[in-house]
């Protein structure tokens, strides 16, 4: 990891996902489902701890639900760097 930042998925966080910019080069964390990350982890790192917003009453959104949110994110706010940006139809409209 040169100089990337890392960013800690969990439902415990203050801030949003969606409060940050992103870096082509950040690395996120995300723990299991049944367990999250562990807390002395989160505890270390609480300014780049985020969450995704969601209901009182929910436990927790399905992992690869909540990595594709976020990473898809950060994507988008790099431009989605490396991606294709543009489809191909079979027949030109």
Do not use: H, W
């Not at 949003?16 to 996120?28: H, N, V």
């Not at 982890?41 to 990595?67: A, Q, Y």
């Amino acid at each position: 990891n040169k100089g990337g930042r890392f960013f800690y998925a969990t439902t415990k966080a203050a801030k949003s996902y969606a409060e940050f910019e992103y870096q082509d080069d950040d690395y996120f964390l995300f723990g299991k489902e049944t367990a999250g990350l562990p807390e002395e982890l989160l505890e270390n790192n609480l300014d780049r701890c985020i969450r995704i917003p969601m209901k009182d009453d929910l436990r927790s959104l399905n992992l690869s639900n909540s990595v594709s949110i976020i990473i898809y994110e950060a994507l988008r706010q790099n431009n989605f760097i490396n991606l294709n940006k543009k489809g191909k139809y079979k027949k030109e409209i």
